[in-house]
């Protein structure tokens, strides 16, 4: 199985901070990747796909980069409502594995 | 808009099976490239991927629980089920029913359920 990690686990940033999240993947997934947000008492939301890609809706402060095995996940303006866990998923290969994910909160 | 609604038993004795079902509505089953697949967290952790089936009847599952998976799709109505059996207490999640589609090269996982509890305890 292809192991993912995130860091860090958490962060708390005020609003407007510019945020920052890494995915690392234990072997080479190119550019297969997907970002998602789950808010508290919700199903995960799909924001990015294939590393970089945004899913229809999504805001454009939310954006993803990267390639092989480290990725990096942004919101370049913290709004109240990004308060979430955000996951890491790799479909390189199955079985589709997650990263722990990274809780978000505000200051 | 499609909407994935799961369905069964809350709580489960321990060795016995765990049977949910994901009933599918505002489109087929049947219609697209898609797989419908199972996945699941327990409290305060993060997401594990059970396994998926097609609208062939094809399914994929994890090999971390591989001999204890069955997922099956019933097209007639529209639904999608999942069974694990000899279950434990580390089975204990909210599980969740989701589609997948694939677009190309792309796979993501787009429509989710709201989740069901199942709680596993004599």
């Known amino acids: 199985d292809i192991q993912m990690t995130q860091s860090p686990s958490s962060l708390s940033a005020s609003v407007g901070d510019r945020v920052t999240i890494t995915c690392q993947a234990s072997?080479?997934?190119?550019?297969?990747l997907n970002w998602y947000q789950q808010k508290p008492g919700k199903a995960p939301k799909l924001l990015i796909y294939?590393?970089?890609n945004f899913e229809t809706g999504v805001p454009s402060r939310f954006s993803g980069s990267g390639s092989g095995t480290d990725f990096t996940f942004t919101i370049s303006s913290l709004q109240p409502e990004d308060i979430a866990t955000y996951y890491c998923?790799?479909?390189?290969?199955?079985?589709?594995?997650f990263g722990p994910g990274t809780k978000v909160d505000i200051k | 808009q499609v909407q994935l609604q799961e369905s069964g038993p809350g709580l489960v004795k321990p060795s016995q099976t765990l049977s949910l079902t994901c009933t599918v509505s505002?489109?087929?089953?049947?219609?697209?490239?898609?797989?419908w697949t199972w996945i699941r967290q327990p409290a305060g952790e993060g997401l594990e991927w059970i396994g998926r089936?097609?609208?062939?009847?094809?399914?994929n599952s994890n090999p971390s629980l591989k001999t204890r998976v069955t997922i099956s799709v019933d097209t007639s109505k529209n639904q999608f089920s999942l069974r694990l059996s000899s279950v434990t207490a580390a089975d204990t999640a909210l599980y969740y029913c989701?589609?997948?589609?694939?677009?190309?090269?792309?796979?993501?996982?787009?429509?989710w359920g709201q989740g069901t509890l199942v709680t596993v305890s004599s």
């Open positions: 989701a589609r997948q589609r694939r677009i190309e090269w792309i796979e993501i996982f787009d429509y």
């Open positions: 505002g489109g087929s089953i049947t219609s697209g490239n898609y797989f």
């Open positions: 089936v097609s609208t062939s009847g094809s399914t």
């Open positions: 072997q080479d997934i190119s550019n297969f």
């Open positions: 294939d590393a970089s």
């Open positions: 998923q790799q479909y390189d290969s199955l079985p589709f594995t």
